[in-house]
């Protein structure tokens, strides 16, 4: 029987509407998180409490009702147990983080380990938007590389700096507090990590001034169906005032993002035009 079905038959009797409750959840360490319908809000402590003794390894159960901001900071609400700060484990990994306070995307896993599978020992990287570290942890863990995790948000660096002690990846990954605008031009890199949307337009040309003459940056962006040809054009527009060429381009659809839209990566192979 799945999870909805279990949830059914736990508050049969006790709502209506049963046929809108939810069919997933996303766990993170020991706290779940879920979305509801509007006609479930007024019935989500007894779906808090129903998902709580179905789900007996869990603490807390959160009400995600929004994600907005610079920051991307979710709006989340407890409505089971109790405390919203937990350690995630991801290939190998361990991320200390606060649910009220970041956000944590479960559909780009595999993005992740794609990602290791190209990094060659020996390169230095850049991190432009390094969040908790879901992307410089994960890579200095598996790869003898030096890295540099930038991150504006001074909630996200405390806990970029509890994550790379907590992995012992202190020796291969230099966190930094500041604009990436501002840091990541002081920087030569191998390849650049931009995970950060929308308007990562914005930033690539800044990227590219920490670029070595040649150098990979994985582009993430968020795209209508049918428009990547577009973005891939502005992308070159400015690789061109910027003297760079276009080498090689990967394409890849990360995940859906909202119906219609994809979270997108370019993995691009620049150069700079001699």
Same mark, same amino acid.
Request: aromatic fraction near 8%.
């Given at each position: 029987?799945?999870?909805?079905?279990?949830?059914?038959?736990?508050?049969?009797?006790?709502?209506?509407?049963?046929?809108?409750?939810?069919?997933? %959840? /996303?766990?993170?360490?020991?706290?779940?998180?879920?979305?509801?319908?509007?006609?479930?809000?007024?019935?989500?402590?007894?779906?808090?409490?129903?998902?709580?003794?179905?789900?007996? %390894?869990?603490?807390?159960?959160?009400?995600?009702?929004?994600?907005?901001?610079?920051?991307? /900071?979710?709006?989340?609400?407890?409505?089971?147990?109790?405390?919203?700060?937990?350690?995630?484990?991801?290939?190998?990994?361990?991320?200390?983080?606060?649910?009220?306070?970041?956000?944590?995307?479960?559909?780009?896993?595999?993005?992740?380990?794609?990602?290791?599978? /190209?990094?060659?020992?020996?390169?230095?990287?850049?991190?432009?938007?390094?969040?908790?570290?879901?992307?410089?942890?994960?890579?200095?863990?598996?790869?003898?590389?030096?890295? %540099?995790?930038?991150?504006?948000?001074?909630?996200?660096?405390?806990?970029?700096?509890?994550?790379?002690?907590?992995?012992?990846?202190?020796?291969?990954?230099?966190?930094?507090?500041?604009?990436?605008?501002?840091?990541?031009?002081?920087?030569?890199?191998?390849?650049?990590?931009?995970? %950060?949307?929308?308007?990562?337009?914005?930033?690539?040309?800044?990227?590219?001034?920490?670029?070595?003459?040649?150098?990979?940056?994985?582009?993430?962006?968020?795209?209508?169906?049918?428009?990547?040809?577009?973005?891939?054009?502005?992308?070159?527009?400015?690789?061109?005032?910027?003297?760079?060429?276009?080498?090689?381009?990967?394409?890849?659809?990360?995940?859906?993002?909202?119906?219609?839209?994809?979270?997108?990566?370019?993995?691009?192979?620049?150069?700079?035009?001699?």
């Amino acid at each position: 029987m799945g999870f909805k079905e279990l949830l059914k038959k736990e508050l049969k009797g006790k709502i209506k509407n049963l046929d809108l409750l939810p069919g997933s %959840y /996303q766990i993170l360490g020991d706290i779940c998180l879920i979305k509801l319908k509007d006609d479930l809000l007024k019935n989500k402590k007894d779906i808090g409490k129903a998902m709580m003794k179905l789900l007996p %390894y869990v603490k807390t159960i959160c009400l995600i009702k929004k994600v907005e901001g610079e920051f991307r /900071q979710p709006e989340v609400e407890v409505i089971a147990g109790n405390g919203t700060e937990t350690v995630h484990k991801e290939s190998g990994c361990l991320f200390k983080l606060d649910v009220s306070e970041i956000m944590w995307s479960k559909g780009n896993q595999e993005e992740r380990r794609r990602l290791v599978k /190209q990094i060659r020992n020996g390169e230095v990287i850049v991190d432009m938007f390094a969040g908790v570290g879901y992307w410089s942890v994960i890579l200095a863990k598996n790869k003898n590389v030096d890295i %540099y995790a930038i991150e504006l948000n001074p909630k996200s660096y405390s806990y970029l700096k509890d994550n790379v002690k907590l992995n012992k990846v202190d020796s291969k990954v230099k966190t930094i507090l500041g604009d990436c605008r501002k840091e990541v031009v002081k920087l030569k890199a191998d390849r650049i990590i931009m995970g %950060y949307f929308p308007g990562t337009i914005e930033y690539l040309e800044f990227a590219l001034k920490a670029c070595k003459d040649d150098c990979w940056i994985h582009y993430h962006d968020i795209c209508e169906k049918g428009n990547e040809n577009n973005l891939l054009d502005e992308i070159k527009e400015i690789l061109f005032v910027n003297n760079f060429r276009l080498v090689e381009n990967k394409f890849k659809i990360v995940k859906k993002y909202a119906p219609g839209i994809n979270h997108i990566v370019f993995d691009l192979k620049v150069k700079r035009k001699l």
